[in-house]
């Protein structure tokens, strides 16, 4: 009986965003299944394109004698193992479409990311398949024959029964022919098997398993009540720096598996260090593996079929981890989880968290969401009940936050210093290079996209519309990328009159070179972009560092990432207005996230820690409560601005993103759009059209429109209406040639 079956071809053109129907042969009909990937031919020239088996059906609702057959399964895809796998997946991506804006094509291969077919590795063995009796004879054969190289080889697998093809071949020299021939006679024989890359292997470490506090085993009882009582629910652990997350993660994952289920733990790429697989690997062996972008595309197929085999209990990765293929998913653990890199920017432009609750729901898992600074999105889910509300207020080592002080860089080029270090910064460095502690230096570079400031007072130049900085352009305008409100570069300072104003920039190379000459005997790390271009670079930055074999580590927001160096008691942020002013609604608060995190680097061993916060800012809320380490404060006066605003998550948003060569069929599509939805609900917000952030990409002109609601639905149908009317132009024939892609609740301006 012919089977057929409707595939997704892997292009992501809207015309061809539908499925296709293929009889599947005979050969293939034991073996796929919905979530397979196939070779098809493919239009008049029946070019083979890779394709997403998405359902099975026994009629192809046509002539069957016009029905093209699938070529071939790609090298080394083995499918699903268990039905709902496969049904789970295409779920997940037809969810993720209608929610996000993009083709189904892209959908799937987001989905299925990691299943890019690698090269095997096989794995051969020798085995002696005669007695002992026989293989006695048959060596007195060899001998009386003169046959030297098996009666070596006879002779050692008397000893070792079986070993490995290549210990044969490479330290015995036993050449091919001779191995066929004594496996055609019946002697031995040769097994082949493939093996998986294991990128998670140490030597046996013992356990130094720490002993959870009574909040800490509170949060594990309360996850796992909800998991067991089949409540797929999502908590939010609230957690200083430095109170035990992770040992709650552990805790909780742990007790998923003993369950018979699977974990995945996400945490932001950067924070992937050897320290953190280790603890993980102490606790669950061999059973925890890691997907990440340091591994070649092998090795991310191993992972994948380890973890269709079953092999695998816990996964840890980024975001591009959650689609690893447990058919008995348990629980989801997002480390971080207030990170933008949890946003994926190209299409669709899926947001993890959210995901990770579709898919917790398609399996009936639960998730658990982590930060000492949670994002606003998922405090304020927590507020109204939608998630449950964990907290951690106290440091697992018994140590206190550190010390936080405010240096006015104002007031330091009053008194003259035009130093890149505050006079108190200074003294706390020579004071912790005498004392033999160590520091690190922070240089918050994010944001530095041409927001103009006064030196002298501090003053920043904002959109009098939107509360955000206006960017500098090359053509010295100053441009607000939300509702595209313009006007000239400014010589003096509105507020003072200082002619001290412009954009400022620092590197870390010349913060390295300052702090040689000012302290020549100290020893300065220096951890950025530049240094961790090489594999393997970034762990042995931090490894040294950790084993004191430097005083001071200077770097970007990668050093803040959740290190715990018990020998830091100073850290120093340079420059924390740099993401202040970013031209983008979540400044303050991705300031207050960067500079909470990066404090809490301090004091985290026996000694209590200062940190030094410099600022043109001193009197801005994030920073107040950054150094306050208040969270709820911030929160609350961040809200305030938030619901006047309309931003996220007092309301939703979504970002319409234009793009061509041509910059009058994008600015015209782009009226077009507007009155479109304007027309179909005047009641939503409609900000712009706008020229985006960067005007013009390797030739490609950008136009942007945002649209605000607190219902989510309508938004969803904005973007029905937009893809609707493209379709539309398409068909009559006026394709606009204008790549059109969705945004919702974006998390950086476009």
Known sequence: MSRYAEIIIDIAYNKLDRPFTYRVPER??????PGSLVMVPFGKGNVLRKGYVITLKDDCGMDPEKVKEIAELPVNDSGYSEDDDGATAIALAAWMKRRYGSTMAAALRTVLTSRKPGKPVKTREIELILSREEAQKQLEIYIRKHQVARERLLR??????????????????ITAPVIRAMSLAGVIKVTEEESFRNPVLFDKADEDRKELSEAQKAIVDGVLADFDAGKSTVSLIHGITGSGKTEVYISIIKGIVDRGRKAIMLIPEIALTYQTLLRFYRYFGERVSVMNSSLSDSEKADQWERARRGEIDVIIGPRSALFTPFAQLGVIVIDEEHEGSYKNESMPKYHTREVAEELARLKNACVVLGSATPSLESYYRAQDGTYRLYTLTERLTGGTLPTVEIADLRQELRNGNRSILSERLQQLLEDRL??????????????????????SCGSVIKCPHCDISLSLHKNNRLVCHYCGYEQPGVKECPECG?????????????????????????????????????????????????????DILVGTQMIVKGHDFPGVTLVGILLADMSLYAGDYRAAERTFQLLTQAAGRAGRGEVPG???????????????????QD??????????????????????????????DNEDRAESLAGRLRELFVRDDPEVLVIGP???????????????????DVNYDKLVRCKDRAEAFYAYLVKIGKDPQVQVQFDFDPVSPF
Do not use: W
């Open 28 to 33: 293939m009909q034991e073996v796929l299944q």
């Open 156 to 173: 050692e697998l008397m000893e070792v029964p079986r070993q490995p093809y290549s210990l044969i071949t490479g330290k015995l020299h």
């Open 434 to 455: 005498e004392r033999g502690e160590q520091s690190i230096l922070f240089l918050n570079r994010r944001g530095v996209a041409g927001f103009v400031s006064c030196r």
């Open 498 to 550: 200082s002619p001290y104003i412009s954009g400022f920039r620092a590197g870390t190379e010349q913060i390295e070179e300052h702090l040689k000459i000012r302290y020549p005997g100290a020893r300065v790390l220096r951890l950025d972009a530049d240094t961790t271009s090489r594999k393997g670079s970034y762990d042995k930055i931090l490894s040294s560092f950790a084993n004191r074999e430097a």
């Open 610 to 628: 200062n940190v030094v916060i410099q600022t043109y800012q001193p009197e801005n809320y994030a920073v107040q409560y950054a150094s306050a």
């Open 631 to 660: 969270y709820e404060g911030f929160y609350k006066e961040e809200m305030n601005y938030r619901s006047l605003l309309l931003y996220p998550p007092a309301a939703h948003m979504l970002c319409v993103q234009l793009q061509s």
């Open 690 to 708: 706008a020229k985006g952030s960067l005007t013009k990409i390797r030739d490609q002109y950008r136009y942007v429109i945002y649209i605000k």
